[in-house]
Nanobody, 114 residues
Framework: QVQLVESGGGLVQAGGSLKLSCTAS????????MGWYRRAPGKQRELVAI???????DYADSVKGRFTISRDNAKKTVYLQMNSLKPEDTGVYYC????????WGQGTQVTVSS
């Protein structure tokens, strides 16, 4: 059984910061990539940022320069530092882990007020 436990969501004013974290546990095997997606109200889930074992991280154009993804491989944890938050960043943020199979976290709500 694989578990992804997310934390760090919440309510913040525009211009503020939040840091999300997601830790994988269980029989997950070798991790190839870890990242974050989000679903804004009334929209489809979209990629926010993802970091594989090699190469540079990929970011959605809308978050470049504001969000930073990082990983602690020993802890099987991925972080998303979100700065200069905007109301349009509001949504449910989902952790994504690729380890042969793909796994999703349960989601954590991020709300940015104007």
């Amino acid at each position: 059984q694989v578990q992804l436990v997310e934390s760090g969501g919440g309510l913040v004013q525009a211009g503020g910061s939040l840091k999300l974290s997601c830790t994988a546990s269980g029989s997950i095997g070798s991790i190839n990539a870890m990242g974050w997606y989000r679903r804004a109200p009334g929209k489809q889930r979209e990629l926010v940022a993802i970091k594989s074992n090699s190469g540079s991280p990929d970011y959605a154009d809308s978050v470049k320069g504001r969000f930073t993804i990082s990983r602690d491989n020993a802890k099987k944890t991925v972080y998303l530092q979100m700065n200069s938050l905007k109301p349009e960043d509001t949504g449910v943020y989902y952790c994504r882990v690729i380890a042969g199979l793909g796994y999703w976290g349960q989601g954590t709500q991020v709300t940015v007020s104007s």
